[in-house]
């Protein structure tokens, strides 16, 4: 998971599911400096009542954490990570980077990948070219540390934590601006630029395009 609000947001999710016993209390394991740094930002948000906290949040959990539910293990070291190998019974573990590009999440898909007992969560996007991506699209091998890796562990996918806006926020909100004399679609796969594109033309308006390699625009 990413480490910043994605982390956060799936704690408290968890939380919830155990409140509610639809899923077993076993250990969770929080595998990312970044991460457990931000989370501490979270709580004093909680706990104070921050206007950037969802509403009936801090009165929810005011005199509780909001991410344990009584068997989450912050893992800051290097040797607390490392022993996260050890476990030997059922647990979460969340860790960075989000698409596996890089960071400790890399160590643990090297242990677990090639064991069928386990199951791996991509959770949010998975960009092209990145390794979560490599295993959503349903790899049976896959490469990490210079060694070709089996992938027999389950491999799912979560599209609903995604905090990007969709088009159609995109849209709505861009109508409300002043009418540019040119948009540039930059960001997303060549599909959904297309797709932008062309809603911002038909639906704005809009003198939108898709900027190519090396083209040049003067602003």
């Not at 994605?6 to 409140?19: C, P």
């Not at 009936?56 to 990570?81: C, I, N, W, Y």
């Amino acid at each position: 998971a990413f480490a910043v609000d994605r982390t956060e947001v799936i704690l408290m999710a968890l939380k919830e599911l155990m409140l509610e016993k639809k899923i077993p209390n076993i250990p969770i394991y929080v595998d990312s400096p970044m991460a457990l740094s931000a989370l501490n930002s979270y709580r004093e948000a909680v706990s104070s009542n921050s206007a950037e906290i969802r509403a009936g949040v801090s009165e929810r959990f005011k005199s509780e954490d909001p991410f344990d539910a009584g068997a989450l293990h912050q893992m800051a070291t290097t040797d607390e990570s490392k022993a996260i190998n050890d476990i030997d019974r059922s647990a979460i573990i969340i860790s960075a980077s989000g698409m596996a590009t890089g960071g400790r999440v890399v160590h643990h898909l090297a242990n677990m990948l090639p064991n069928p007992k386990n199951t791996v969560i991509l959770v949010g996007y998975q960009a092209v070219g990145s390794r979560g991506r490599t295993l959503e699209d349903g790899a049976k091998t896959i490469k990490i540390h210079g060694q070709e890796l089996y992938v027999n562990a389950h491999i799912a996918k979560v599209e609903s934590f995604s905090v990007h806006a969709d088009s159609d926020e995109l849209i709505a909100w861009l109508g409300h601006a002043h009418k540019p004399q040119k948009a540039y679609v930059v960001h997303g796969e060549p599909e959904g630029q297309e797709n932008m594109r062309a809603r911002l033309q038909a639906e704005l308006g809009w003198d939108a395009v898709i900027p190519k390699s090396n083209q040049v625009f003067n602003l």
